[in-house]
């Protein structure tokens, strides 16, 4: 499985690479208005992370029957306020006000209490950090994903609680959408949980915004149990 990941992310990279000298550059985010744009494309799920591989454990929690169509919104909220939702946005607001990301991805990678978590992480953020540099000729190390999509939009004229609240709301969506692929829950009814996920996530935002590493905590149990048991499934859609 190991190997199989890395030749997936590996290929992910080597085509990014082979492709950068065709790719146009994007004009520039110094305004409001263009890093708005550019923030929606590298949130889209066109954006080639991988995103849609993962369920941050969600996968066996559906299985099991203890997230359901009724009690996804609970999930998530739970997620936002005390799990990966609420570490990630730490993170993020973190390294938009980072001068050491190396050591903040260090962090990052020990806040990850299952290995398929710590390997979501670092292979979105590393293909994140490859598409980027593609973008704008601008080379980043590998990294975490909160960290690298955090480094790359350190520069941008927006509120950091703008910046934070697109990154959760992306997190959310695509947790959305593998339930939408899972249960029966109709595109609708997942975009009408989103739309009700929505002041939550404005209000973590504003609160990350304003964190320092000591912030930086889960108590997310029953999530991180879901990830590990995960890891045993015999047959799963998600990488995690």
């Known amino acids: 499985m190991d190997c199989r990941r890395t030749l997936r992310t590996g290929t992910i990279i080597r085509h990014i690479t082979r492709t950068a000298t065709a790719i146009p550059k994007p004009t520039n985010t110094t ?40 009690t996804l919104p609970h999930w998530l909220a739970d997620w936002l306020e005390h799990g990966a939702g609420w570490t990630d946005a730490v993170l993020v607001a973190l390294s938009l006000q980072a001068t050491d990301h190396a050591a903040l991805d260090d962090l990052a990678r020990a806040a990850c209490l299952t290995s398929q978590r710590l390997v979501e992480t670092v292979e979105q953020g590393t293909a994140f950090a490859a598409t980027f540099a593609a973008l704008t000729g601008q080379d980043r190390p590998p990294a975490a994903l909160p960290v690298a999509f955090g480094r790359a939009c350190a520069d941008m004229p927006l509120p950091y609680p703008e910046i ?25 009814q997942g975009q009408g949980v989103l739309a009700a996920l929505q002041p939550a996530i404005m209000a973590a935002a504003a609160r990350a915004a304003q964190a320092t590493a000591d912030d930086l905590a889960s108590t997310g149990w029953g999530a ?6 995960h890891e045993t499934m015999p047959v799963r859609i998600f990488r995690s």
């Open 31 to 70: 305004t409001p208005e263009a890093a708005r744009l550019f923030l929606a494309q590298v949130l889209s799920p066109a954006f080639p992370v991988g995103g849609f591989a993962w369920s941050q454990g969600l996968e066996w929690a559906m299985d099991q029957g203890i997230v359901t169509r009724a």
């Open 164 to 188: 934070i609240a697109a990154f959760l709301q992306a997190q959310a969506a695509a947790l959305i959408s593998a339930a939408v692929r899972f249960l029966p829950l109709g595109a609708v």
């Open 224 to 229: 991180d149990i879901a990830a590990m048991r």
